[in-house]
């Protein structure tokens, strides 16, 4: 028997203006998505936004349903749109915010898992990391480089 370890690479800011400007950007980006979501439900509102290297900013928000599992989380919605609009189109960075209607979240919010599966396959799409920034409302910023750093043992094409 033999032990791995898995290390995984995150960096903390304290706020946002530690960030450069075209992640503030990215986030403000975020952020106005997030009021747009349709999250009668649960009162938990989730805004995405990828920046694309051709210079185009994608943004998506939660998109919920009353039969619960046909909705979809702003990662997906963003990332989807990205796919299907810009196919040859490298995502650089997705930036993601959080708010309740219910209490004000500081703790940064980081993608669930179903949408970390889905950041990975484009990932590995495109060759190349994608950074990912999440916060809650307000507070810290957490940044991945890539989304291997959050979904270590990714399932890919390459198991297929
Ligand atoms: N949600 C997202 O949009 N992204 C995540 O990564 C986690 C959860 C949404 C789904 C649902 O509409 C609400 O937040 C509560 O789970």
């Given at each position: ?11 903390i800011f ?73 196919p040859n ?15 004000t979240v ?55």
């Amino acid at each position: 028997m033999k032990k791995i370890i898995i290390e995984a690479h995150l960096d903390i800011f304290d706020s946002m203006s530690e960030l450069p400007e075209e992640i503030q950007k990215l986030l403000n980006k975020a952020q106005q998505a997030r009021e747009n979501a349709y999250a009668p439900y649960s009162h938990f509102r989730v805004g995405a936004a990828l920046q694309l290297a051709g210079g185009e900013i994608i943004t998506g928000n939660n998109q919920e349903n009353a039969a619960f599992p046909s909705g979809l989380c702003a990662e997906r919605v963003a990332v989807f749109h990205a796919g299907s609009n810009f196919p040859n189109e490298t995502i650089t960075t997705m930036a993601i915010t959080a708010r309740s209607l219910n209490h004000t979240v500081t703790v940064p919010t980081p993608p669930c898992g179903a949408c970390r599966q889905a950041l990975a396959e484009y990932e590995v799409k495109q060759k190349s990391p994608i950074a990912i920034y999440f916060m809650g409302e307000k507070g810290k910023v957490v940044r991945a480089n890539s989304v291997k750093d959050i979904l270590p043992l990714i399932f890919d094409s390459s198991y297929l």
